[in-house]
């Protein structure tokens, strides 16, 4: 096992019974999103990435609001400097590291949940879009807040909202800063299902994510890469990718172990994805 990142503040992490557990716990902050946030969530993300205790990852909040996106630290001082060439090159370099990190719950082995109460504000709607399931609260809303500060959201929103609701619902929204509240919110399809109350929200989010972990991670793995290639590329190409995932993750013994389960009223045994470790890992 890699060693987890220590000493978070932004944060708790917990992994139990191969589910991971990101908590944002500023909430006398409304868990906005200022440079330890960032360097955090970088961290945290990189150690489940590489190693292979979780096989899939929740993501709650504390508080009223589930974040109340990017702090105004974030746009302070020489990070975005403005009075030269070379400054406003620099923000290219910034805005791409922000980007990186959302982007890694993209392309995390494991599945993401996110669970959203009261406010998913500004940044909040780009982290939330990278993760493949999201739950809400009945008082949930969600707001492309930039447009009301003078900007364009540039972290994932306009790129990955509206791979997810229609197009003409991400213009309204990013172009008035208006609120969408979590009942067209699930109309839309931006979110899956809605509760009551936060603890009705995590216990969901938590059930949905046992359910994933019982299965075998390498067939979880190959599902999440195929479902985001699809929604990228043609039929044609996406068929193709499909074959050559399959060619190389199948397994007999996967495919026995799982009808014996199922037939047997037991949970299958199967085994982790191996750790990751690259040229640059320690």
Known sequence: MNKPPSQLTCFSLTVSENIAHLVLNKPEAMNTMHPTFWRELDEVLDHLHKDNAARVLVISSTGKHFSA???LETFSGVLMDDQSPEGRATMFDLISA???TFTKLETL???VIAAIQGGCIGG???MVTACCIRYATTDAFFCIQEINIGMVADVGTL??????VPLAVVKELAYTGRRL?????LGYGLVNELFDSPEALLAAALQCAKEIAVKPPVAIWGTKQVIHYARDHSVDDALKQMGWIQGVIWSNHHVRESVTAMKEKRTGEFPPLALFKGFTSA
């Open 69 to 71: 996106g990017m702090s």
């Open 98 to 100: 922000l980007q990186s």
């Open 109 to 111: 082995r494991v599945p």
């Open 124 to 126: 909040a709607v780009d």
């Open 159 to 164: 790129q990955r909202l509206p791979k997810l």
């Open 181 to 185: 509240g979590a009942q067209k919110a």
